[in-house]
């Protein structure tokens, strides 16, 4: 990890990590903007976001995987052209 920049501390029993750094000045200020936050209530929102941008483009590469394999291709599962005809007809329970 990063040894002599990172330290640990508590806030309302999370782990918190003190981070040190140098970011760009009209960056920050431009994030800053119409926001009353403190720099780690940014920085967390900041985190969030990247974290949800990965976790959205890492849902999309697996559907983009069932769009490489033919609806009536079967594979070891079976074809998903059958499985959507047989969802089609599944009563809706909703």
């Known amino acids: 990890?990063?040894?002599?920049?990172?330290?640990?501390?508590?806030?309302?029993?999370?782990?918190?990590v003190r981070i040190s750094t140098t970011v760009d000045g009209e960056l920050l200020e431009a994030a800053r903007r119409g926001r009353r936050l403190?720099?780690?209530e940014l920085v967390d929102e900041a985190l969030r976001a990247l974290v949800a941008r990965d976790?959205?483009?890492?849902?999309d590469?697996?559907?983009e995987a069932y769009g490489?394999?033919?609806?009536?291709?079967?594979?070891?599962?079976?074809?998903?052209?059958?499985?959507?005809?047989?969802?089609?007809?599944?009563?809706?329970?909703?």
Do not use: N
Not at 2 to 16: K, N, Q
């Open 61 to 63: 590469d697996r559907y």
């Open 68 to 94: 490489s394999q033919p609806l009536g291709e079967p594979d070891e599962w079976g074809d998903l052209e059958s499985w959507h005809a047989a969802a089609r007809r599944a009563p809706d329970d909703g």
């Open 38 to 40: 403190r720099s780690s």
């Open 1 to 16: 990890m990063l040894s002599g920049i990172v330290s640990e501390c508590y806030d309302h029993g999370v782990t918190r």
């Open 55 to 59: 976790e959205a483009a890492e849902i």
